[in-house]
């Protein structure tokens, strides 16, 4: 059974940093593309970032490009999501999820997904 496992998420003020991990069980890792999608109350789930099987190509939205950085340890399998210079409107549960193919940002094409984390930026 594939399971994607959230952590670290909380409570920061605008500007401050976060860093996302998620756990990956029961899937060959190293094998899937590992991506971040966030969604606010009311809003759909939208892409943020993606990283390569093997770690190489990252993949970032716009609104945080040269903020967040992604990365991942095959060894241990598991994807960080580090973010910096944080602003209110990130505050979303984050959801890490898998999937076969590199190139896409459409939530369909993930096939597994955690239960999300709450990031919370006050101002």
């Known amino acids: 059974q594939v399971q994607l496992v959230e952590s670290g998420g909380g409570k920061v003020q605008t500007g401050g940093s976060l860093r996302l991990s998620c756990a990956a069980s029961g899937l060959t890792f190293s094998s899937y593309v590992m991506g971040w999608f966030r969604q606010d109350p009311g809003k759909t789930r939208e892409f943020v970032a993606a990283?390569?099987?093997?770690?190489?190509?990252?993949s970032y939205a716009d609104s945080v490009k040269g903020r967040f950085t992604l990365s991942r340890d095959n060894a241990n399998n598991t994807v960080y999501l580090r973010m910096n210079s944080l602003k209110p409107e990130a505050t979303a549960v984050y959801y890490c999820?898998?999937?076969?193919?590199?190139?896409?940002?459409?939530?369909?094409?993930?096939?597994?997904w955690g239960q999300g984390t709450q990031v919370t930026v006050s101002s």
């Open positions: 990283i390569s099987a093997s770690g190489s190509s990252t």
């Open positions: 999820a898998a999937s076969t193919r590199w190139g896409t940002r459409s939530l369909s094409n993930y096939n597994y």
